[in-house]
Nanobody
């Protein structure tokens, strides 16, 4: 059974930075694509960023480009989301996700991910 555990969320002010981490356990996910999604109160879960197994093809939502950076360390079975210049509209629960099998591409929709973490809250005050 694969488990994904996120950490690094918190309460910050506009313009601050945070780094989220997601550690996978249960089996290695070095060939899986891994992504970050977020869900704000009253809104649908939305794609934020994703990265393929080789970390050579990151993909970002328009809202994340230029401010958020996804990376992974396959030796640690961990994916990161560096969040810079945070805005109040970034407030949400952030979820880590992984595909079940090897993916050469980088999926951008939730239904393409089989494993999910429990989420970590990010709150940005104005």
């Amino acid at each position: 059974q694969v488990q994904l555990v996120e950490s690094g969320g918190g309460l910050v002010q506009t313009g601050d930075s945070l780094r989220l981490s997601c550690v996978a356990s249960g089996r290695t996910l070095t060939t899986s694509a891994m992504g970050w999604f977020r869900q704000a109160p009253g809104k649908e879960r939305e794609f934020v960023a994703a990265i393929n197994w080789s970390a050579g093809s990151p993909r970002y939502a328009d809202s994340a480009k230029g401010r958020l950076i996804i990376s992974r360390d396959n030796t640690k079975n961990t994916v990161y989301l560096q969040m810079n210049s945070l805005k109040p509209e970034d407030t949400a629960v952030y979820y880590c996700a992984a595909t079940r099998h090897f993916r050469f591409d980088v999926p951008g929709t939730a239904d393409e991910y089989a494993y999910w973490g429990q989420g970590t809250q990010v709150t940005v005050s104005s």
